[in-house]
């Protein structure tokens, strides 16, 4: 059974900084490329960032040259860096695998930008 727990989230100043972290179990974690997705009420979950098995990473426009996507294979864990966060960055995270496992989704975590 596969299980992602996202934590981390809560609420940040616009232009602050926040750290996600994802803890998996139940994948082989350290042959899976991994992503961070965000969603929003009403809207499409996208995908924020991939980190693959061998740590290349790819961005969504909208958030590259300020978050930063890595892993820790030892301990089954992905992390999400945000910097520079916006209003616009307000949503629900998620960590999945990618292509995205349907089954595998967790709670998310919210990060909510306002001041």
């Known amino acids: 059974q596969v299980q992602l727990v996202e934590s981390g989230g809560g609420l940040v100043q616009p232009g602050g900084s926040r750290r996600l972290s994802c803890a998996a179990s139940g994948i082989i974690f350290s042959i899976n490329t991994m992503g961070w997705y965000r969603q929003a009420p009403g809207k499409q979950r996208e995908l924020v960032a991939s980190?693959?098995?061998?740590?290349?990473?790819n961005y969504a426009d909208s958030v590259n040259g300020r978050f930063t996507i890595s892993r820790d294979n030892g301990k089954n864990t992905v992390y999400l860096q945000m910097n520079k966060l916006k209003a616009a960055d307000t949503d629900v995270y998620y960590c999945?695998?990618?292509?995205?496992?349907?089954?595998?989704w967790g709670q998310g975590t919210q990060v909510t930008v306002s001041s």
């Open positions: 999945n695998t990618f292509p995205a496992g349907s089954t595998y």
């Open positions: 980190i693959h098995p061998g740590g290349r990473t």
